[in-house]
Structure formats: structure tokens, C-alpha cells
């Protein structure tokens, strides 16, 4: 969810977009019709997301992005024999529900491969489902570390849990660090409250800045767990305030990130909070208020708008129709969707231009080794699954626009 040329395009997504029904015949599960001659093999790509609740932002950005990849995929006729369409599957930001997301999709026999999700403690109550059937899994989001190098990856024993989990945003283990360094060494502020919201990605993130930002020779002013449940963040912005910290990071999503920054303000702590991918939203500022301006966060990737590579992305957005603004992980989704459709190209082309019947294996397999210049630039996979692009934007708020202000690669 991006700077200010992404506000522009949201605002007029808004006020001209048509509905997405205009898009594309819409089924019972939220799948699309998403072109193509209408004969020959449907391949269904399965995307799990919060399609409602205080992420679905997010989520629809997700959501869409891999539809309109689909689209784009039917219009150029990449796979001969093969229309291309999504099965949109709603997981509230709970695992419980994408698990069972998970388990539907599974039992979907023209369900090649899985976009999502949004939520790394998602992702783990989903993992091992689509790894027992071979189905491949592309993440756009998940930042979590453990989801591709395993629980002792801080040790140096990494060690890949599921063969069928890919990703591609780059992980906490780089984003927390990065934070660190700019927040430090730049924004030259030494003296941190780290606030987190106990799940795996918030409490993840803050646990990487946290290492990394002592490392530096900063100090930790305090250290505080919010209940994402509540809004009331007064008793924490009161710590906050007397702990004399000159900067606050936040580990969590901008539901909790907009009222903590704007009641940690309001309690006289005039100082930025600083957070991760999960705060960078235009929805983050609208929670806020006008006390945010100053306000940092990273996110992956460089600034999509700004990338010759997705320029056709979002023009193609744009004229799709669709009411919602693709946010921080539509680019990503976009490729994700893509790096799918291109393993599937692959094990048609080494059959004989028909899908096997170990298909879901195969383009498992091919996965592994699929390459091309995406939206968000090259998209490849490193040994555990995770994309080989780790580069990293730093956003401040300025006004009611995110802002990029750095881009870069962490420098461990």
C-alpha cells in the first residue's frame, strides 16, 4: 500500500471505477470469469486473503492484483489449451479459517497453485495442507522467517519446512534490521519504545528491529504487548510518554497502528511511530489523523509507481475496473499470480502441451526454478523458498500521502 502517486490512483479508482462485476461473471466462491476462448482446461488459482474485516484492504488488493493476472494471462494466450481464473477464498485474518481455505482448495481437483496469504500465522495453519498435496503456494506478504528457514533460523540452522511454500516479499529477518539502521543511523534516534501486538509477524518484526537497533548502540526505552482486539491504547501511550523515548515501533498492522500513534501523540509524546509493511496503508493515515505526518514505514519492494516494469500493471489496474486500490501487496500479488502461471506453462510445454496427471507436483517442482522480470522486478526464488529480491522502501507521511523516502537492501 504506496506513496503518493498509489493515493492519486486510489482516489480516482474510487471516484470512476466500475464495479467488479463489469470484470468478469462472478461464481458462488468469488472466483471470476477471466476470459479466454472458453474451451479447453481451466486451471483455477486459488487466492486466500481477508477479503472482509479491518485488513480487507489489503486483502482485495491482493485479491484483484492475481485476477487481473489471470486476465492478462487469457488476453495473451501464454499457456495454449489453458484459461486461467481465480477461486477468491475469505480468511478474516484467521487461521483457523485459512486452514479450512486451505483444505477447500485442495479438494478442488483444477486448483493448480495458491496465492496468500496475507497473515504469516495464517500461513503456518495452512503450510502443511497444501505440502501433503503437493499444491503449491505463492505468498505475496508473509514476512515471517520461520515460514521458509524454520524455528532455529536465528541460530544459523536454517532449514526449509515445507518444499510447496514460496514468497515474494522479502522477510523479517531483512525488513526489521533495515528499520534499524535507518531509524538509527538516519532519523538519528537512539532511544526506542518497541510495542508489539504478540502475533507472528508484529512480534517477529519487532524482535529483528529490536536486535538489531541494540546492536547499533541504541537504547530500548521500554518495551510494551497490545491486545489487537481493543482500540483503547491510552494506559501503553502514558508509558510511552514517560519513558522520555524519541521514537516508538510498532510490530503489527495499521488497524492497531493508526489509533496507537494518534493517542500516543494525543498523550503528549510528540514523537514518530515507526512500523512495517503491515502499517503501510493509506488506511493507516486515515486512523491517525493529522498528528501521523512524520510517521515511518517500510515495506518491500521498491515504490511500485516508480518501477518502469509496472507501469502496464497499473494502467491495466486502472481500466480493470476494479473499486478497491491494489495496496502495498498488489504488485507482488501480480507476479506471485504470474510465477504460477509460469510454472504451469512450463510442465505443459514438458508434456506435450497437456497437463499431466501428477500436474500439482510438477509445477511444485517447477517453481523452484522459474525466472522472469515482473511488476516488482526479477522474480526468482532462493533455496528456501523465498524470493531473491530484498530490496526495501522506508515511507514517511507527509500530509495525508505516504512519501518514499529510501530505498535500498538491508547491509547485514
Known sequence: MRQRSLIAITAALAAGA?????????????????????SGTTVVIGVDAPLTGDLSALGLGIKNSADLATKQANKEKVVDGITFKIEALDDQAQPSSGQQNATKLVANKDVLGAIGPLNSSVAESM????????????????????????????????????KSYFRTSTTDAVQ????????????KKKNVFVIDDKKTYGAGLAGTFTDEFKKLGGKIAGTEHIDPETKDFSAVATKVKNSGADVVYYGGEYPQAGPLSKQIKAAGAKIPLVGGDGIYSAEFIKLAGASST???????????????????????YKAAGYKEAYEAYGGYSYDATWAVIEAVKKVVEDNDGKLPDDARAKVTEAMQNVSFDGVTGKVSFDEFGDATNKQLTVYSVEGADWSPVKSGTYEG
Not at 466500475?18 to 472458453?38: E, F, I, K
Not at 521498491?302 to 509496472?310: F, G, I, M, R
Open 18 to 38: 466500475l464495479t467488479l462485476t463489469a470484470c468478469g461473471s462472478r461464481d458462488d466462491d468469488g472466483g471470476s470469469d477471466s476470459g479466454g476462448s472458453g
Open 127 to 162: 503450510q502443511k495442507v497444501f505440502d501433503d498435496a503437493k499444491l503449491v503456494q505463492v505468498s505475496p506478504a508473509n514476512t515471517g522467517p520461520t515460514l521458509t528457514q524454520g524455528p532455529d533460523w536465528q541460530t544459523g540452522k536454517k532449514e526449509r519446512p515445507y
Open 176 to 187: 526489521g534490521p533495515y528499520a534499524a539502521q535507518y531509524v538509527f543511523n538516519e532519523a
Open 294 to 316: 512524520g510517521d515511518l514505514a517500510t515495506s518491500v519492494g521498491a515504490p511500485v509507481e516508480e518501477l518502469p516494469s509496472a507501469k502496464e500493471f497499473v494502467a491495466n
